[in-house]
């Protein structure tokens, strides 16, 4: 079946850094990835929608500065999390819709868990 | 109120069935889809439906739909200890990108 990753898994950093986060679709090309945030016991919230090769398209009230999305190639997607602050930590997990194949459909990454000191 | 609802928690006995129950509410949802995520894990899709099925079986897991109530259920039948998991429903509409939009999940615990 169709595996995205994600990297780091986990990842502890002091407020005012900034963190990268890779998501990759490693057997199939992805022309949209996206990015949501969960925090505890709550639902997933998509924060962007990224399309290879174009701007990437972000929910209403995702400052676009703070999370910087680039999806540089159809198997990579990356968010930046700009000088990260305490109320940046959460679980960040993308997933990634295959080029061919259904569109309705999205694959997952097992999430990054992001923790600001 | 939330566009996809579902109970926080559900408790069941192993070797019983169990029935994660949810409801939406845009009546133009194509696809209903029910996710499994582990501890600490990523999404893992289930199954999903398309909105003009009234039922799909998928070996342990059987989905009904029940579109004049706008009611979505996943049956796990002789659930297992490895079945405890958060389930998300979540619904998406073709016209468009077809983005889920997710419940807040319902948590299974599955006891000896």
């Known amino acids: 079946g169709a595996v995205v990753s994600q990297h780091p898994s986990r990842v502890i950093c002091k407020s005012g850094t900034s963190v990268k986060i890779e998501c990759r679709s490693l057997d199939f090309q992805a022309t949209t990835m996206f990015w949501y945030r969960q925090f505890p016991k709550q639902s997933l919230m998509l924060m962007a929608t990224s399309n290879e090769g174009s701007k990437a398209t972000y929910e209403q009230g995702v400052e676009k500065d703070k999370f910087l999305i680039n999806h540089a190639s159809l198997t990579l997607s990356t968010l930046t999390v700009a000088s990260a602050h305490p109320e940046d930590s959460s679980f960040y997990i993308c997933?990634?819709?295959?080029?061919?194949?259904?569109?309705?459909?999205?694959?997952f990454g097992p999430g990054t868990r992001l923790l600001v000191l | 109120g939330e566009d996809v609802e579902q109970s926080l928690f559900l408790s069941v006995r192993e070797g019983d069935s169990s029935v994660i129950n949810c409801t939406y509410t845009?009546?133009?949802?194509?696809?209903l889809y029910w996710y499994k995520q582990e501890p600490g894990a990523g999404l893992q899709l289930l199954t999903y439906i398309f909105s003009n099925m009234d039922m799909k079986q998928d070996q342990r897991l059987t989905v009904l739909l029940n579109k004049k109530d706008k009611h979505l259920s996943l049956r796990i039948a002789d659930t297992q200890t490895g079945d405890s998991a958060i389930y998300f429903c979540a619904e998406s509409l073709s016209g468009g990108s077809y983005i889920p939009t997710f419940g807040r999940g319902t948590s299974l615990i599955v006891h000896p």
């Open positions: 845009d009546s133009s949802s194509t696809y």
């Open positions: 997933s990634a819709r295959a080029a061919s194949g259904s569109q309705e459909t999205q694959y």
